[in-house]
């Protein structure tokens, strides 16, 4: 009888209030309707930003007159220059590496792409 009352229910389950569920339960759970989706982390993000911005301000700073890199700046300015179309050229692989085998590796699908989104923004800025 006592398990027909609510009660009853409860004592047979034994049920506290705030208890956590099992490992087992969970996993159970987890199996049945999928595993849940992965986190993004914020590591690869900053870092492209920050990467895609450096790149973009000396990209751009090689055709303004007056910038320490700019035009006719000699040494200096081809080799920040280079170090820019270098840096260029690797987003741009990184990008079309990162589209190929996005599946496998998502960190690096998310670094290029939001490298290649800063890097034209700040280029169109």
Do not use: C, Y
Request: zero cysteines; hydrophobic letters at 55%.
């Amino acid at each position: 009888m006592s398990g027909k009352t609510f009660e009853g229910q409860v004592d047979r389950m034994s049920w506290v209030p705030g208890a956590e569920p099992r490992p087992e339960l969970v996993e159970a759970i987890l199996s049945h309707h999928g595993q849940a989706a992965q986190r993004r982390e914020i590591g690869p993000t900053l870092m492209a930003v920050a990467m895609g911005a450096l790149i973009g301000l000396l990209l751009k700073g090689m055709a303004l007159p007056g910038v320490a890199w700019g035009p006719e700046t000699g040494v200096i300015g081809a080799v920040v220059g280079s170090v820019a179309l270098l840096g260029f050229g690797a987003s741009v692989a990184a990008a079309g590496l990162a589209f190929v085998i996005g599946r496998r590796h998502p960190l690096l699908l998310q670094w290029a792409s939001v490298n290649l989104l800063t890097l034209v923004i700040v280029l169109l800025a």
